[in-house]
């Protein structure tokens, strides 16, 4: 999720899509041509002021109705904070052109109007580029851009997608009535959807160590075969919900060969995408290890390759006959889950005790596989009580979390990066689950 300077940050994309855009168009017979987003009654209309120039201006904030009740309720009946649920908007622009001759101001509109229907999309590449971009150690970004930088769009879990909209003519009279301006060519585009979220600490409750009485919990097939390669269910070790790294992932399914008994037909790879980074790794499936209904392959044992994370797993077929196409499966959710590899061993003593409450502090030092990428959320939740990491501005393994007004004890730990936790339960396949007693922290 975006922090609060994401609308802003949308702001600053927009501008600069449109800049760069202009940039790259031979408008020598407009002559330069500025890109604004201000206001329209401060952008000067007179004969003699007026200049050739593409403005952009929020006008419109509403709430996105797909999204406006996810993560509710945020509190439990104590106050306690249960969930942090995201505040998410829809924004809607003018785009105005203004020329300080004629037929310039229609033909700047047209340009803005091109850009934005050649780029639906605001992608994570192009948000990073303009809030973060590689900048020499000597050049700092101005100070307005370095404010709304920290909003981490790029990072919200899903894309914005920019489309046109329409305002009839009474609407588009009273709008530009009540910015008390004069009327230019305009276009009205809708952007959707800006997920704004708090980031503070919730409440994530243990999990579930059986389902039913049997432990499989509910499930469901299709009631017909579809003809392309299909992933019915994945199968980890042990019984596991999460894959770690080295692990063999079994796949099962339809129509992962051309015929059965047949693999060396095909060439299989299993994809793996990131779904918060535009990343992806390709794991190829042995012939050996694979049939028409079932295929293995082992998660990437390197850390550098594979951060920790929920990634979307896709199984590719490609016939070996020349000219053939590669048909790609539907994506099944991947958890790759982090391991805490140090630190939980020794009791770790309190600080600040309140003697009325007995609650004091604590700073727990762990370390972690694989290692954390600095734009990755980490948390660490003990019992139920989530705490956030300290800042890690660099690819790290060590991470510090700082716990306030928490009680002395032994808590049952779990690491979580980018909604991927580390394993708490063991033995889960053996029908008698249990909690990992090494999985533990002790605060005296």
Known sequence: MAGPFAIAAVTAVLKDLLNDGLANHDLSAVGNVAVTALPPDRIPVTAAEEKSQIN????????????????????????????NPPLALDLHYLVTAYGKAEFHAEALLGYAMQLLHERPVLTRNMIRATLKPALPADVTLPPGLAMIASADLAEQVETIKISPAHLDTEEMS????????????????????????????????????????????????????PPFPTIQSLVLPSGQVQALLGDTVVVEGRHFALAAGKPAEVTVFARLRSTLR??????????????????????PNTPADLP???????LGVTPTA???????????????????????????????????????????????????????????????????????????????????????????????????????????????????????????
Do not use: C
């Open 56 to 83: 952009l201006f929020l006008y419109q904030v509403t709430p996105n109705i797909g999204w406006r009740n996810v993560g509710l309720p945020s509190r439990s009946s104590s106050s306690e904070r249960l969930t």
């Open 278 to 299: 535009e990343v992806s790794v390709d794991i190829p499936v042995p012939a050996a290890d694979r049939g028409d209904a079932r295929a293995s392959f082992a998660v």
């Open 322 to 444: 020349p000219g053939s196409n590669t048909r790609f499966s539907n994506v099944a959710p991947l958890s790759v889950a982090p391991v805490i590899a140090g630190g939980l061993g020794a009791p770790i003593a309190r600080t600040a005790i309140d003697p009325d409450t007995g609650l004091g502090a604590a700073t727990i030092e762990l370390t972690v596989s694989p290692e954390v990428l600095p734009e990755q959320r980490v948390t660490l939740v003990l019992g139920s009580k989530e705490i956030p990491a300290e800042a890690h501005p660099a690819k790290t393994d060590a991470l510090t979390f700082k716990a306030e007004r928490i009680a002395a004890g032994n808590y049952r730990v779990r690491l979580r990066v980018d909604g991927a936790e580390s394993l708490l339960v063991q033995d889960a396949a053996t029908g008698a689950p249990q909690f990992d007693p090494t999985q533990s922290l002790s605060l005296t």
């Open 308 to 314: 920790a994370g929920v990634y979307g797993l896709s």
């Open 174 to 225: 009273r709008l530009w009535a009540a910015m008390q301006a004069k009327y230019r060519p305009t276009a009205v585009y809708h952007l959707s959807v800006v997920l704004i979220d708090a980031g503070r600490p919730a409440r994530a409750a243990l999990p579930v160590l059986r389902q039913g009485d049997d432990g499989r919990g509910p499930t469901a097939s299709a009631g017909t075969t």
